[in-house]
């Protein structure tokens, strides 16, 4: 009995322990608080979380500016680390100048691949969503069953409610690991304009946070291509 007594009140100890945090002075150190929560997490931290751990007084606009001022001190030390904002949340990621050293150090590890249909296939939804697999085949002009399938299999994206036309056919969207995957925060603000294509495409900086590879040609009209891109997975 005074044993399970001792460890209900070191039990009570530590939540006290936990819920009496000291307050928070300045912007610079809700910064390192911030920066140790988003170290430590495997996981997207979120502004919900934030309030779990720091208090219910955190807005978005408190947070945002301690991750401006985390990532403005990161740089003046030349750190090869900043606080990236994706999926809802933050993350600490490698910048993308030290990829080639990276990836260096893990060999072994395949980066996922997606073909040139599917990427065309995963854009078309990006924009459109919620959309129909008709949909998605008017625009391209070809069936889209593979892309369709190598795409649910990666979780890139996924189905949505069924569309108010004839059959009622499910619709597709993206997923909160396209999200992750792409480093992309919100849609549709995130993506870049459709008339903007040209001009990222000439400046060879498809994808943000990572190198452009090798362009591939496109497939001929009507014909699905099985010409693999390779899109490597950040590292960070």
Known sequence: MENSKLETENTEN?????????????????????????????????????????GDFLDQAQVSSAIRHANEQLAKIKSPFEI???????????????????RKLFPDNNPRRLSFAALETLAIIAYKQPITKAGIEDIRGVSCDGPLGS????????????????????????????????????????????TEFSDILNSEFLIPQ???????????????????????????
Request: net charge negative; aromatic share 10%.
């Open 14 to 54: 530590e939540t006290q322990q936990m819920t009496d945090l000291p307050p928070i002075e300045s912007v610079e150190e809700l910064s390192c608080i911030i920066q140790a929560l988003v170290f430590a997490s495997t996981e997207i931290v979120n502004l919900k979380k934030l309030k779990e751990v720091l």
């Open 84 to 102: 990236a904002e994706m999926a809802g949340g933050y993350r600490f990621r490698t910048k993308n100048i030290y990829y080639s050293y990276i």
């Open 151 to 194: 795409l649910l299999d990666k979780k890139f994206i996924a189905l949505g409610q069924r569309a108010d036309t004839v059959g009622n056919p499910y619709t597709y969207i993206t997923t909160q690991e396209f999200l992750k995957y792409f480093g992309i925060n919100r849609i549709p603000d995130d993506l870049p304009r459709l």
């Open 210 to 236: 990572y190198p452009l590879q090798k362009q591939i040609p496109e497939p001929a009209p009507a014909q699905e291509t099985t010409e693999q891109l390779e899109i490597p997975l950040e590292e960070g």
